[in-house]
Every structure is written in C-alpha cells, then in structure tokens.
C-alpha cells in the first residue's frame, strides 16, 4: 500500500510546456534563431517521458507517491531560473521541488501536478554549472548544489584536503542535506553540515538568482540553510576545508547500562574545541538488539569470533548500547595515536572485555555505508520501503525516552531490524539564526529509527512510529523531528515553535507565491 497525496490537477504537461512558451512569447513554429532561445531550450528540457515521471513520484522511504505532470532536466541553474520565473508570473502557479539524490522519505522532494528539477542533470555539466572546484589557497571548495558528497570527498582528497562536517551515507546532494542539516559524528566537534558554508547561490521563489552570506543577502542565507526548500534552490555552495588525515582508528565499546552510556558520551563530546587534539573527532551510539548479527547494513566492524559472546550479551539484556569513537592520524600522529586513544576511554566505564577497534583509511571510514548498500542492492533489499523516524531529544529526557521507548515500545513490539541511533550534540555547534530546529538545551540527543521493510509490512513500522511520538506527547517529552514531516499547519507551528514568525515571514519574503517544495506539506497542507 502506497499512500498518494490528491490536488487537483490544474494542467496537463502539455499545458505546463505551452504556457512557458507563451509567458515567454514564443510563437509557433519554434525559431532557434528567436531572441528567447532560453526559453526555447527550457521547453526541450521539460520531460513528460513516464520513466522520468515514475521516478520522480517515489523517494527512498517507498511510502508516498506523488506524481508531477512533468521533469525538467537543467543543464545550467538558469534553467531552473526560468522555470521559477515561469511558474511566479502565472496566473495558475504550479509547485516546483528539487530532487538530488531522491533520498527524502516522506514525499519532501516530490510535486504533485507540478515539476521535479531533477538536479542530478546539471552534476556532469562542467561547462553550464558549478561542478567541483577546490581552492587549495584559500581552503574552500564551490560545489554545485547536484554534487553528490562521496564526489565531493573524492575531489578534495585529490588535494590533500577535506571538508570536516559530513553525514554518515555519502550519496545525498550537497543542496539536500544543506536544505536539512546534515548530521553525522562530526556533528559534536563541527557542527552540521549547515554551520559549515561560507556561501551560496541561491535562485529564489521569485526567480532571483542570488549570491548570500552571514555579510551578504543574510536574511536568505540563514533562511535557506535548515529551511527544508521552502526560500530557495541551492545551486551552489562554498564549503570550507582543512587538511585531510591519512586514517583512522576506530573503536566500539560496548555497554549494558543506558546511564553510564549516555554520561560517558557526553564527557567525551564535552572536549569539543575545533583545535583541540585532545577531542574525538567522531562518536556516535547505537542499540543492539535481538535480530539477527551485532553488524549491520551501515558497517561490519566485529570480528567474527567475537559475534557468539555478543549475541548472548543482547539475549541477556534485550538491548546492549555501542558507542563508535574515532580519532583521526596522518603521517606525523599516526605512532601516537594509540596512545592518544588510550588516554581517551581511561575511566569509560564501558563492559570489561567488550572493546573493539581497527584500523583504516578515512575515505573507507568515510563511505562505510557503502558496502552495506551494495550487499542490499544485490539481494533485492535496497529499494523497500523505508519508514524512518529521526527525533533530537532534550538530554533532560533521553532517560525517560530509553524507559518508554527503547526499553518499552521498541522491546514490546519487537519487530525494529534497521539499525537505531543515539548520540549527543552540542547545541553551541549550531546557528539559531538558521532555520533548522532543535531543543532549547545545550546538549540534545539525536535518535534515529533507520528502518527497512517489506511492502506490506511498513504500515507496522509506521504505528510504530506513532506510538513513539504519542509517549513523547503524553510524558511532556519536548522532541523535534528531524527530516521532519507533518500534515497540518497546527503540526508545523508547533514544530517551529519560537521560529515560526520569522519562518513565514521569509517564505513571503522569498516564495511569496508558495512555489518552492510543495512535498513539504507546510504552506499547502489544506
């Protein structure tokens, strides 16, 4: 079962095709030599193939679908300009939402009725885009927002240098996780992904193709980054590095007990300072549970032999907690490291016996969840319905939540197989002035249910969902969503809180017309 979003369907795609030739004053026949070949060569651009506009109705998550009356494949961000320009000075709008990657799970990139820009177009367009561009002098990277960050890493690492802020699976568009936040490991010593960008262009809902920055257009700057699509179509972004390490290590402690688990996360997280050596440069937590091999999809770290005494930790407590650290070396640090790391878990108060670490190249750590992908790609178990839930967690409340949820809702009902994160953040790391939104405590959990399911079995996995956000509701648990999705305005308001006044005043400021990302659901929700 595929639930499907219903408008009413204004236009045929023929429709959409005419009208930007007409807005344009493009007569019949066409004239290539017309003054307005742009938009001439916008119309050819325009897809209503249905493979491309199959593709374009589904996501990652496999649940919603929502299909667009056509597709356009720009070469050059002054297509999807134009497109915008085309759809703001209509009498009859129609939505207009970016598709990178295709990663959303909940219909986000989708626009029933309207147009998908399929943003991948423009990634091998070196000569009309932004492309990859890394400026060794100065320490920063333009990237088109199309750019795929595994390729980002790719070309930085060419140089010697890298970003510091990533997510834990690579293949996302750089666009997509800057319109989100962009959270991984890093996230405690760096920051999101969002709090590392020195600038960007930026075509808005009024057509405006605009550069910004904290010195310039700042109000759009700060609108974008976090704002889920809704002010503007990042095309690229300015992105700074640093000198990349040669390699990693990395270790995974195991524990039985939730608050020595959490106190010990947050010691380490509290050494944070963008230059301290002493300070990790990656930790995250997770729970293993009763289904099936302490490895998953994102990563085998444990060796074999080690799996029996493992499993029958989990049997014994029903939930064993893992917290991954690592710590970066290049050729100067790479004989001191372990020393280093030693230095690190002194007074962990993990289980004896149950640390596990290696060794590897930090492209590999990097792109770890590759490997699980592929393994699931060639079993047929890549391309299923994911319904994922990805909450932050006021540190005041992660006990309670581990009480309810974990220890409860999750063990009661058995059936969650995908991996479950948990792991603190440093609020000081983020920019209130953008629109992401978290709790209002200095360190907050984030906590995310990566399920995979059958196609008829994630209905199960979504009252699962539910319930959990229920328990958040009825115990006073002040949760955000990440990657967020609701279905009335009351729902949006309250997620935003505080930021909901300025998140509307930017949407008129910027998509007065409400063009950008229907698939959000937030101005369009009726």
Same mark, same amino acid.
């Given at each position: 079962m595929v639930m499907s979003f219903q408008f009413p369907a204004y236009f045929t795609a023929i429709f959409i095709i005419t009208r930007v030739m007409s807005i344009m004053k493009i007569s019949k026949p066409l004239d290539v030599h017309h003054k307005d070949i742009r938009a001439v060569d916008l119309a050819t651009k325009l897809s209503v193939d249905p493979s491309a506009i199959e593709s374009a109705s589904r996501d990652f998550g496999g649940i919603v679908k929502a299909e667009p009356e056509a597709v356009l494949?720009?070469?050059?961000?002054?297509?999807?300009?134009?497109?915008?320009?085309?759809?703001?000075?209509?009498?009859?709008?129609?939505?207009?939402?970016?598709?990178?990657?295709?990663?959303?799970?909940?219909?986000?990139?989708?626009?029933?009725?309207?147009?998908?820009?399929?943003?991948?177009?423009?990634?091998?367009?070196?000569? *009309? +885009?932004?492309?990859?561009?890394?400026?060794? %002098?100065? &320490?920063?990277?333009?990237?088109?927002?199309? $750019?795929?960050?595994? =390729?980002?890493?790719?070309?930085?690492?060419?140089?010697?240098?890298?970003?510091?802020?990533?997510?834990?699976?690579?293949?996302?568009?750089?666009?997509?996780?800057?319109?989100?936040?962009?959270?991984?490991?890093?996230?405690?010593?760096?920051?999101?992904?969002?709090?590392?960008?020195?600038?960007?262009?930026?075509?808005?809902?009024?057509?405006?193709?605009?550069?910004?920055?904290?010195?310039?257009?700042?109000?759009?700057?700060?609108?974008?980054?976090?704002?889920?699509?809704?002010?503007?179509?990042?095309?690229?972004?300015?992105?700074?590095?640093?000198?990349?390490?040669?390699?990693?290590?990395?270790?995974?402690?195991?524990?039985?007990?939730?608050?020595?688990?959490?106190?010990?996360?947050?010691?380490?997280?509290?050494? *944070? +300072?963008?230059?301290?050596?002493?300070?990790? %440069?990656? &930790?995250?937590?997770?729970?293993?549970?009763? $289904?099936?091999?302490? =490895?998953?999809?994102?990563?085998?770290?444990?060796?074999?032999?080690?799996?029996?005494?493992?499993?029958?930790?989990?049997?014994?407590?029903?939930?064993?907690?893992?917290?991954?650290?690592?710590?970066?070396?290049?050729?100067?640090?790479?004989?001191?490291?372990?020393?280093?790391?030693?230095?690190?878990?002194?007074?962990?108060?993990?289980?004896?016996?149950?640390?596990?670490?290696?060794?590897?190249?930090?492209?590999?750590?990097?792109?770890?969840?590759?490997?699980?992908?592929?393994?699931?790609?060639?079993?047929?178990?890549?391309?299923?319905?994911?319904p994922w839930l990805n909450l932050f967690i006021p540190k005041s409340q992660i006990s309670d939540f581990n009480n309810g949820v974990f220890r409860g809702i999750v063990l009661e009902r058995n059936i969650t197989t995908g991996p479950v994160l948990v792991y603190p953040m440093n609020r000081q790391k983020w920019d209130d002035r953008m629109s992401a939104v978290i709790p209002d405590e200095e360190i907050f959990y984030t906590v995310g249910f990566l399920h995979s399911s059958g196609f008829d079995t994630w209905e199960a996995f979504e009252d699962q969902n539910k319930d959990i956000m229920r328990f958040c509701n009825k115990t006073g648990i002040l949760v955000k969503q990440y990657l967020p999705h609701y279905s009335t305005k009351e729902e949006w308001v309250h997620h935003f809180g505080s930021k909901w006044k300025v998140f509307q005043h930017r949407k008129y400021q910027f998509d007065p017309r409400m063009l950008l990302s229907p698939g959000q659901r937030i101005f369009n929700n009726n």
């Open positions: 494949h720009p070469s050059a961000p002054q297509d999807i300009a134009a497109l915008i320009k085309f759809s703001y000075s209509s009498s009859v709008p129609f939505g207009i939402a970016a598709k990178g990657h295709g990663h959303s799970v909940r219909g986000q990139a989708m626009a029933e009725n309207g147009v998908v820009v399929d943003m991948r177009s423009m990634a091998n367009n070196r000569r *009309n +885009g932004t492309g990859i561009r890394v400026s060794i %002098d100065r &320490l920063y990277a333009d990237v088109g927002g199309e $750019q795929l960050w595994i =390729d980002v890493l790719n070309a930085t690492l060419e140089y010697g240098v890298a970003p510091v802020s990533w997510t834990d699976y690579l293949y996302l568009t750089v666009g997509g996780t800057l319109s989100n936040a962009g959270i991984s490991g890093q996230t405690f010593r760096y920051g999101p992904q969002i709090s590392n960008v020195l600038e960007m262009d930026v075509i808005t809902g009024k057509a405006d193709f605009l550069t910004c920055s904290p010195r310039m257009n700042s109000e759009l700057f700060y609108a974008v980054l976090g704002g889920l699509g809704q002010f503007g179509i990042i095309t690229r972004a300015r992105i700074p590095l640093q000198p990349a390490p040669k390699g990693v290590k990395w270790v995974r402690l195991l524990y039985d007990d939730f608050s020595s688990f959490t106190k010990d996360q947050e010691l380490l997280i509290s050494k *944070n +300072g963008r230059k301290d050596k002493s300070a990790l %440069d990656y &930790l995250e937590g997770s729970l293993l549970m009763d $289904q099936g091999s302490p =490895d998953n999809w994102r990563s085998s770290f444990f060796p074999h032999k080690d799996h029996p005494k493992i499993i029958s930790l989990i049997t014994k407590h029903g939930i064993i907690y893992c917290l991954e650290i690592v710590k970066h070396y290049d050729d100067r640090t790479k004989h001191t490291v372990d020393k280093g790391m030693k230095q690190v878990l002194q007074g962990l108060n993990y289980m004896p016996g149950f640390m596990f670490g290696k060794d590897v190249g930090y492209e590999e750590f990097l792109n770890r969840v590759r490997s699980g992908e592929l393994k699931l790609k060639s079993q047929g178990l890549w391309d299923v319905p994911h």
